[in-house]
C-alpha cells in the first residue's frame, strides 16, 4: 500500500558528502512527518533528524551543522544532504514517513528498506 525507495547511498572518504532521498508511493492520503534514521551493527536504530509537512526540523546532536534534512511535498520524498562525514557516521539509514492511508482509520509509521553509508579513508 505504501512503498518507500530510498537511493544515494554509498562510500565516500572522511569529510566528503552525500545526499539520501526516499520517495514515497502508493494509496496515500497524507503524510505527515518525515524522518531519516539510522543503524549500526549491534545498535538500537537511532534518530538523525525529522521534518514536519510545515518544514521544520531537528536534528540529533552529533549531525547539527553537518546534515540537512528537506522535503518535497509534490513529490513525497525526502532529502538528507549530508556533509563532512566521519567514519562514526557509517551505518544503514533508514526514511521514515507518518502517514494516511484510505483503508487505515489512523496514521502509521512506514520504513524505507535502508540504504548503506560508508565513510572510510
Known amino acids: 500500500q505504501v512503498r518507500l525507495v530510498e537511493s544515494g547511498g554509498g562510500a565516500v572518504q572522511p569529510g566528503g558528502s552525500l545526499r539520501l532521498s526516499c520517495a514515497a508511493s502508493g494509496s496515500i492520503y497524507s503524510i505527515g512527518a518525515m524522518g531519516w534514521y539510522r543503524q549500526t551493527p549491534g545498535k538500537e536504530r537511532e534518530l538523525v533528524a525529522t521534518i514536519t509537512n510545515g518544514g521544520s526540523a531537528d536534528y540529533a546532536h552529533f549531525v547539527e551543522g553537518r546534515f540537512t534534512i528537506s522535503r518535497d511535498n509534490a513529490k513525497n520524498t525526502v532529502y538528507l544532504q549530508m556533509n563532512s562525514l566521519r567514519p562514526e557516521d557509517t551505518a544503514v539509514y533508514y526514511c521514515?514517513?507518518?502517514?494516511?492511508?484510505?483503508?487505515?482509520?489512523?496514521?502509521?509509521?512506514?520504513w524505507g528498506q535502508g540504504t548503506q553509508v560508508t565513510v572510510s579513508s
Open positions: 521514515k514517513i507518518r502517514a494516511f492511508i484510505p483503508t487505515n482509520i489512523d496514521w502509521d509509521d512506514y
